[in-house]
């Protein structure tokens, strides 16, 4: 929503102070649609040149991601400590085989079922499950472990940036194809040079609305439309870290109670439970 609003706002504000100046609308209407398809085809024709195919549809559905806005809430916070809390107390009270029912059938699993948007998160339930499985392959060294989690870690968060990335790119590179469909409009605006002075000026104002979209474009919304996109990953992104983090408490042979503690005080200040809405959730949790 956010991003919508600043759209808006950039849209009423510059195009609202070039009327109030005095300045009027007809040239750049005029020339918007051409311009706009040289500009547009050609960021989009480079980009899909730049990237695999599904790199490319990944960016069109990123680009509804950053309107949405960030997955994971403080319910799904509070969620994943609970559903930590309790593997780990089946864990350390007997053993991982007592987990292999959850861990090797986790969609099928009563306790991974009572947290039904964890369940459907793929990167987060392979993450435990993966996790779990390390200790039952009894490769349990808690500093081996975490280095192997960060690596798994580091793969996800490269790979959900690349749309942000490309779009970064495009942004860099929209001001240049500006002036692409400006030089091409001097180039029309030269073969008409016997025209008269009004229909000269009226087509070199054309030829400079090339250069205008492009830097208009690229940093006021492709620019910003990645560095949101980025922010929401990296939100995001916590959410698998507290995993880890708890995990590697686990190996630590710390209580279930000190291992989603640590996990809670490494979830992002604005999603963070307190201590006691934890207490009440898990006492929720027991009670249902």
Same mark, same amino acid.
Request: aromatic residues 10%; contains cysteine; proline residues 5%.
């Given at each position: 929503?956010?991003?919508? @609003?600043?759209?808006?706002?950039? @849209?009423?504000?510059?195009?609202?102070?070039?009327?109030?100046? &005095?300045?009027?609308?007809?040239?750049?209407?005029?020339?918007?649609?051409?311009?706009?398809?040289?500009?547009? &085809?050609?960021?989009?024709?480079?980009?899909?040149?730049?990237?695999?195919?599904?790199?490319?549809?990944?960016?069109?559905?990123?680009?509804? =991601?950053?309107? =949405?806005?960030?997955?994971?809430? !403080?319910?799904?916070?509070?969620?994943?400590?609970?559903?930590?809390?309790?593997?780990? =107390?089946?864990? !350390?009270?007997?053993?991982?085989?007592?987990?292999?029912? *959850?861990?090797?059938?986790?969609?099928?699993?009563?306790?991974?079922?009572? $947290?039904?948007?964890?369940?459907?998160?793929? *990167?987060?339930?392979?993450?435990?499950?993966?996790?779990?499985?390390?200790?039952?392959?009894?490769?349990?060294?808690?500093?081996?472990?975490?280095?192997?989690?960060?690596?798994?870690?580091?793969?996800?968060?490269?790979?959900?940036?690349?749309?942000?990335?490309?779009?970064?790119?495009?942004?860099?590179?929209?001001?240049?194809?500006?002036?692409?469909?400006?030089?091409?409009?001097? +180039?029309?605006?030269?073969?008409?040079?016997?025209?008269?002075?009004?229909?000269?000026?009226?087509? +070199? &104002?054309?030829?400079?609305?090339?250069?205008?979209?492009?830097? $208009?474009?690229?940093?006021?919304?492709?620019?910003?439309?990645?560095?949101?996109?980025?922010? +929401?990953?990296?939100?995001?992104?916590?959410?698998?870290?507290?995993?880890?983090?708890?995990?590697?408490?686990?190996?630590?042979?710390?209580?279930?109670?000190?291992?989603?503690?640590?996990?809670? &005080?490494?979830?992002?200040?604005?999603?963070?439970?307190?201590?006691?809405?934890?207490?009440?959730?898990?006492?929720?949790?027991?009670?249902?």
């Amino acid at each position: 929503m956010n991003i919508i @609003i600043g759209f808006i706002l950039v @849209i009423a504000l510059v195009f609202g102070g070039f009327l109030l100046s &005095g300045g009027e609308m007809g040239p750049i209407l005029h020339a918007l649609p051409y311009e706009g398809m040289m500009i547009g &085809g050609a960021s989009l024709g480079a980009y899909v040149a730049a990237n695999s195919f599904g790199d490319v549809i990944g960016t069109f559905k990123a680009v509804f =991601k950053s309107l =949405k806005g960030p997955k994971w809430k !403080q319910s799904d916070y509070i969620d994943l400590l609970n559903l930590m809390y309790g593997l780990t =107390k089946i864990y !350390q009270r007997d053993g991982v085989l007592a987990l292999d029912e *959850h861990i090797e059938n986790p969609h099928d699993s009563a306790i991974f079922s009572q $947290f039904p948007r964890i369940q459907h998160d793929h *990167h987060a339930i392979d993450l435990i499950t993966d996790s779990f499985r390390m200790l039952a392959l009894q490769f349990d060294d808690p500093f081996q472990t975490e280095d192997v989690i960060n690596k798994k870690l580091k793969k996800h968060h490269h790979e959900v940036l690349v749309p942000a990335h490309g779009l970064q790119t495009v942004a860099d590179g929209l001001p240049a194809i500006g002036i692409v469909a400006a030089v091409l409009g001097v +180039i029309k605006t030269m073969g008409s040079i016997d025209k008269p002075p009004a229909v000269l000026g009226e087509m +070199i &104002g054309g030829a400079l609305v090339g250069t205008f979209l492009g830097v $208009f474009l690229a940093y006021c919304f492709v620019a910003p439309l990645s560095g949101r996109l980025t922010a +929401i990953e990296e939100q995001d992104g916590a959410f698998y870290n507290v995993i880890r983090d708890i995990f590697v408490a686990i190996l630590h042979d710390h209580s279930p109670t000190i291992c989603v503690e640590i996990g809670r &005080g490494n979830i992002p200040t604005i999603l963070q439970p307190s201590f006691y809405e934890m207490e009440e959730a898990r006492t929720d949790l027991a009670e249902a």
